[in-house]
């Protein structure tokens, strides 16, 4: 069940989707014609409310047309927070989902909604997005879509036969800036990306009010198990899925020491994970490698006191590093100085993409939104205006559930390879061979109607 090449988990040789027949087992890009009408009022669900939760619901409870009827949480206190939200906004009353931790799956099958949004622990994911499939809705996600290579291939394949779609489009929205300059030939030919996800959590690991859940897989597992805020600059410069694809991966982890440091730096001696054997080493580095020869170096590191991650991608006419604290660039031939970073703010006002250029959203109704990861925000956010947007054009949105799930599955082939001294480990081709011809990510909506 965990072969990375599984296909029989649903043989499909035909999919019928809105009364269409289409061969293959996927769906094609453009094998529907634009939608006649465009749906004003969207209905959406949420599943999971807590601090990720709670902003993607002010979020969305600031887009007009947007309707929120349902809410499913464990716990009161954000299940009433949310209740007192909805009703704010001037919407009638939420139905309210509490009946222990599968209760999403009730929720998925009683209301009538276009889409459930799931802001739960990691583990939950998968099964909260095969529920909403399942049951006639779409799904999108916080990250990441999928925990394991059956879950991935079961999302895929959900996908092929009911045409609901799941993806990661809550996880953030890529650098458009950056990948305008990969598409203009500005660093040439790109042969190496280097990021992570490099975030001291320590804290956060420890504070059960925040994210009780989030301490486990560090007790458990070994690999790098957050790869999709960085992939999701990576994969579109990469054009993985769309032009390339990983073809293997080998993954290394350093030994675990800073958990029980904090522990006992924070609690004591005596406090149990003084002592308690952690999986998850402190720092790990997977290395992929493309079918096309490229290849990304991956980091992961919540353990050890550091600033935030930085992104660098290197091609054959020059390098951009992308740092916390500014951005610079080396450009062959074109910098003032031979072998010498230059700032990239001139560079990044030149290849500004149309995307962002013309981003220009309707004003939100109410103020700041709310919950974890706004900063203050006013404005929607773009990727949830293009998730609105697709789900009022019955399109899919710019993550599709292949790209979500191709991230996710960098966390089981690390863990793999770890366990089995670094050696190298097969992606999965979950598009089927299809990723030699599909469209690039960011250029437009795809037009696969996906009622």
């Not at 919407?91 to 889409?115: I, K, M, V």
């Not at 450009?331 to 560079?347: F, K, L, T």
Request: glycine share 8%.
């Amino acid at each position: 069940m965990n072969d990375p090449n599984r296909r029989n988990f649903l043989k499909l040789s035909t999919v019928a989707v809105g009364g269409m027949t289409l061969s293959g087992g996927i769906l094609p890009a453009n094998a529907f014609a634009k939608s006649s009408s465009r749906k004003q009022n969207i209905r959406l669900g949420f599943v999971g409310i807590g601090g990720r939760g709670s902003y993607h619901l002010d979020t969305a409870l600031g887009i007009e047309g947007v309707e929120i009827p349902a809410i499913c949480d464990i716990n009161p206190k954000n299940l009433y927070r949310a209740k007192r939200w909805v009703e704010e906004a001037g919407q009638p009353t939420p139905r309210l989902y509490d009946r222990g931790p599968t209760d999403f799956a009730r929720l998925c099958e009683e209301e009538e909604l276009d889409a459930v949004i799931c802001s739960t622990p990691w583990d939950t994911h998968a099964p909260v997005c095969l529920a909403a499939m399942r049951n006639g809705k779409h799904a999108a996600c916080e990250v990441p879509l999928a925990q394991t290579l059956d879950e991935g291939w079961e999302l895929v394949e959900t996908f092929e036969s009911t045409g609901k779609w799941a993806s990661i489009v809550l996880g953030g929205f890529g650098d458009l800036t950056l990948l305008n300059m990969v598409r203009k030939g500005l660093l040439g030919d790109i042969l190496h990306v280097e990021s992570g996800y490099i975030h001291d959590l320590r804290l956060v690991k420890f504070d059960p009010e925040r994210e009780p859940w989030r301490l486990q897989p560090a007790v458990d597992r070994n690999g790098n198990l957050y790869p999709d805020h960085p992939m999701r600059n990576m994969m579109p410069a990469l054009d993985i899925n769309r032009g390339d694809r990983f073809d293997y991966l080998v993954s290394m982890s350093t030994k675990s020491v800073m958990l029980n440091e904090y522990a006992r730096s924070q609690y004591g001696n005596d406090h149990p994970y003084a002592t308690k054997k952690m999986a998850l080493g402190d720092y790990n580095a997977s290395l992929i490698r493309t079918v096309n020869g490229k290849m990304v170096t991956l980091n992961h590191d919540t353990h050890t006191p550091h600033p935030r991650e930085s992104f660098r991608i290197q091609g054959t006419k020059g390098v951009y590093l992308k740092e916390r604290d500014g951005h610079r660039i080396y450009i062959d031939g074109r910098s003032p100085v031979d072998h010498q970073w230059e700032p990239a703010e001139e560079y990044l006002k030149e290849y500004e993409h149309e995307i962002i250029k013309n981003y220009n959203p309707p004003k939100r109704k109410g103020g700041a939104i709310r919950g974890h990861g706004s900063g203050g925000m006013t404005q929607t956010p773009i990727n949830w205006d293009r998730l609105i947007t697709a789900l009022r054009e019955d399109k899919q949105p710019d993550w599709d559930v292949y790209d979500s799930v191709t991230s996710a599955s960098i966390i089981p082939l690390s863990e793999a390879s770890v366990a089995n001294k670094s050696r190298p480990v097969d992606f999965p081709d979950f598009t089927k061979g299809k990723w030699k011809t599909r469209p690039p990510l960011y250029t437009e909506y795809s037009s696969i109607q996906v009622k």
